[in-house]
Structures are given as C-alpha cells and as structure tokens.
C-alpha cells in the first residue's frame, strides 16, 4: 500500500519561506514521480510542480516559477517543495501525489492516484 504523508505547513507573512516534505512508503519510490498541488478554498486542486522519478527533471506552474523549487532524495524516499517569497494567494492546502504507473509524469491531477492528507500553508499579509 502506497502511504504519502506531508509535512512543514504553516503560517507565514508575505516574503516569508517555507519548505515542505513528503515521505513515501510502500513501493520503490526512485521508480516514479512526484507532484505538489494546491487547494484554495472553494477552488479546484491545482498544479504547483513536478519532478521525474530520477529527479532529472522539474515542472512548474507558471505561477511559481521562480519562487518554488522541487527536489527529491531517492536515499530517504522524500520530495520537498521549497517555497520562497510566498504570496497571501499562496495560501492553499498542499497535497503531494504519486502516480500509478512507474515514470510517468503529468501536470494533471487526474493522472494521479496516490495522495497525502494535505499540509496547510497560510500566508499572511
């Protein structure tokens, strides 16, 4: 049984950083990719980012770019989303999600099958 669980939200002021982390277990986490994504309340769940089961390569949201980097250690079965200069509309639940099949990788969510309980992240102004 895949398990994701996050970790690391919280509650920031506008410029501020915060960086959060995924540990994965039950299958051979190097095999496949890794997505962040966010929900707003009364908003669907959005794309943040991607990275190849390698690490190789990353996918942003153009929202993000430039303020958000994933990154993975394969050793620790982990995948991180560093966010810097967060925005008040930043402020969302942030899920990360695996999919079924080994590399594959996608910006959608629907591709997905395997999903965290969320980490809160609020974003004060």
């Known amino acids: 049984q895949v398990r994701l669980v996050?970790?690391?939200?919280?509650?920031?002021?506008?410029?501020?950083?915060?960086?959060?982390?995924?540990?994965?277990?039950?299958?051979?986490f190097s095999n496949f990719a890794m997505a962040w994504f966010s929900q707003a309340p009364g908003k669907e769940r959005e794309?943040?980012?991607?990275?190849?089961?390698?690490?190789?390569?990353?996918y942003y949201a153009d929202s993000?770019?430039?303020?958000v980097t994933i990154s993975r250690d394969n050793g620790r079965n982990t995948v991180f989303l560093?966010?810097?200069?967060?925005k008040p509309e930043d402020t969302a639940v942030y899920y990360c999600a695996?999919?079924?099949?080994?590399?594959?990788?996608?910006?959608?969510?629907?591709?997905?099958?395997?999903?965290?309980?969320?980490?809160?992240?609020?974003v004060s102004s």
């Open 6 to 28: 996050e970790s690391g939200g919280g509650l920031v002021q506008a410029g501020g950083s915060l960086r959060l982390s995924c540990v994965a277990s039950g299958r051979t």
């Open 98 to 122: 695996a999919p079924e099949a080994p590399f594959r990788i996608s910006r959608s969510a629907s591709e997905y099958t395997y999903w965290g309980q969320g980490t809160q992240v609020t």
């Open 64 to 67: 993000v770019k430039g303020r």
């Open 47 to 58: 794309f943040v980012a991607s990275i190849s089961a390698r690490g190789a390569g990353t």
């Open 82 to 86: 560093q966010m810097n200069n967060l």
